[in-house]
C-alpha cells in the first residue's frame, strides 16, 4: 500500500527570481511534497491533471516510486505563476488559474483507504476534508494550507483543521488565520484545533514545533546557494510526513528529527529552479545536510 498518501495540486508553473525564470514547469503542492516523501517512503497522490500535461511528467513521478492512482484527467491542468524579489521568504502570486481543479472532486483509490499515515498538502480544503473522511482508520493526518484558501475558505478551512493531528503553516498565514501578531499564541489557538502539533515555518529562518507541553525551535540552514524557494513548504511537509511513516513513531522526540529533514529536503530545494535539484540529490545527500543541521545547534 502506498504510504504517506497525499492530496495536493499538480500543476504548470511559471516562476520568477532574481536569479532566473521558469515557464511550465512541473509544480504544485503534491508534486513536491511526494517527491521529497520518496526519499523517505513510497507515497500515493491524490490529485488531477489535464490532458495538456506533459506524459514525461508522469513517468518522472512514477520513475520515483510515487504511485499515481490516485491521478485523475480533466481539461486543463492548474497553472500558478508567482515571483519572489530578494526577500525570497515570501512568493508574490501573479496568477492562479485552477482550470480543472475548480470542479475536482478527489477520488480516494481503495488501495489507499487503509493508510494510517496521511498528509493533506496544499489544495481547497474541501476536498482535504473528503480524503479524511473517505479512509477508514488513518493514525497520522498532517496538514498544509495557504493565504489564497485561508482568504476564500477559512471556515471549511478550520473545520478541515479540526480533524487533522498536526498543522503545519508559515508565520505570515499563522498571523492570518488567527488573527494576531504572535506566533505562539497563534500557536496557542491552533493546538486548540488539532489533537497533536502545529508546525510554523518562518522561511529561512527555521520552524518552531509547538505541542501542548513542548517547543522546539529548529534552525534556518545557511543557504548560499538560493535559486527558487518555490515548493519548499511542501517538500517541507513532504519529508516530514515521509519520515514519520518510514519510522513508524510520532513521539515529540521523534517529530524533532522530521522537522529538520523537513528543514533539510526543503533547503536542497531552493538550491535550484522547480523540480531541478530534487531530481539530483539522493538520501546520502539529505543525511549529509542533517548531520550539518545537527551541528548548527551544538553549544
Ligand atoms: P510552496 O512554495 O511550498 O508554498 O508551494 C508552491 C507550489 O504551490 C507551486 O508549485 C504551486 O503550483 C502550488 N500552488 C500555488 N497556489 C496554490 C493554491 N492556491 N493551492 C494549491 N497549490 C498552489
Redesign the pocket.
Known amino acids: 500500500m502506498p504510504e504517506p498518501i497525499i492530496i495536493?495540486?499538480v500543476?504548470?508553473?511559471f516562476?520568477e527570481t532574481p536569479f532566473g525564470k521558469v515557464e511550465n514547469a512541473l509544480?504544485?503542492?503534491a508534486?513536491?511534497a511526494s517527491i521529497a516523501a520518496s526519499f523517505f517512503s513510497k507515497p500515493g497522490i491524490m490529485s488531477i491533471i489535464g490532458k495538456d500535461f506533459p506524459n514525461e511528467h508522469i513517468e518522472f513521478l512514477k520513475s520515483r516510486q510515487i504511485n499515481i492512482d490516485g491521478i485523475t484527467t480533466g481539461e486543463k491542468t492548474?497553472?500558478?505563476q508567482?515571483f519572489y524579489e530578494f526577500d525570497m521568504n515570501e512568493?508574490k502570486?501573479l496568477k492562479?488559474e485552477?482550470n480543472s481543479?475548480e470542479s475536482y472532486s478527489v477520488a480516494v483509490p481503495e488501495s489507499y483507504k487503509d493508510a494510517k499515515y496521511v498528509f493533506l498538502?496544499?489544495?481547497?480544503p474541501e476536498q482535504q476534508l473528503k480524503v479524511i473522511n473517505t479512509l477508514n482508520n488513518p493514525e497520522l493526518i498532517v496538514m498544509?494550507t495557504?493565504n489564497?484558501?485561508i482568504d476564500i475558505k477559512k471556515e471549511q478551512l478550520l473545520e478541515t483543521i479540526k480533524k487533522a493531528h498536526i498543522l503545519i503553516l508559515?508565520d505570515g498565514e499563522a498571523r492570518q488565520l488567527f488573527g494576531t501578531p504572535n506566533l505562539v499564541k497563534a500557536a496557542r489557538m491552533a493546538l486548540k484545533l488539532v489533537s497533536k502539533a502545529v508546525i510554523i515555518k518562518k522561511g529561512e529562518h527555521g520552524a518552531l514545533l509547538f505541542t501542548d507541553s513542548k517547543h522546539f525551535n529548529a534552525p534556518g540552514y545557511p543557504l548560499e546557494n538560493i535559486k527558487d524557494?518555490?515548493?519548499?513548504?511542501?517538500?517541507?511537509g513532504g519529508a516530514f510526513t515521509g519520515f514519520l511513516t518510514k519510522t513508524n513513531d510520532v513521539s515529540e522526540e521523534n517529530m524533532r528529527k522530521a522537522v529538520i529533514y523537513g528543514s533539510v529536503v526543503a533547503s536542497l530545494n531552493a538550491e535550484g529552479f522547480?523540480i531541478e535539484n530534487l531530481k539530483k540529490i539522493n538520501i546520502k545527500d539529505i543525511e549529509k545536510r542533517y548531520n550539518e543541521f545537527k551541528e548548527l545547534r551544538d553549544f
Open positions: 495536493g495540486t500543476a504548470l508553473d516562476i509544480g504544485g503542492s508534486c513536491y492548474f497553472k500558478w508567482g512568493a502570486t492562479t485552477l481543479l498538502a496544499n489544495i481547497d498544509d495557504m489564497f484558501w508559515n524557494p518555490t515548493g519548499c513548504g511542501d517538500c517541507f522547480s
